[in-house]
């Protein structure tokens, strides 16, 4: 099923950052995301703290399966646009996007 994201806004919930809307078929879904007050790569630049945080999220099964699998998820919004592999949400945004369009599960 092919997922579009449509939005991506300041999270209203408490404690999060971000939320981001997409498009899976005829479903539309939001996930919140990101610690409001967390520094990430996006805020930081930090090469190996960007490292430590892949290194610690993918010793988690379940993360890596969300993330690895382009699965729609808090886990997946955050590793992609908070931790990816730019320092611009933006860029990271249209990557993610791309992969969205090129998965073989859509």
Known sequence: ???????LISSPKPNKR???KIQE??????????LDDGATYID????PKREAYWARHCGNKKE????NN???SASLFAARLLWGS?????????ELQ???NSSKSN
Do not use: A, C, W, Y
């Open 25 to 34: 078929g005829d479903k539309v879904k939001t996930f919140d995301f990101g």
């Open 98 to 100: 791309k992969d969205f």
């Open 64 to 67: 890596t399966q969300l993330i």
């Open 18 to 20: 971000f939320r981001i």
């Open 1 to 7: 099923m092919p997922i579009e994201i449509l939005d």
């Open 70 to 72: 382009l699965i729609p």
């Open 44 to 47: 930081h630049e930090d090469i």
């Open 86 to 94: 730019s320092t611009s949400l933006f860029d990271n945004l249209i």
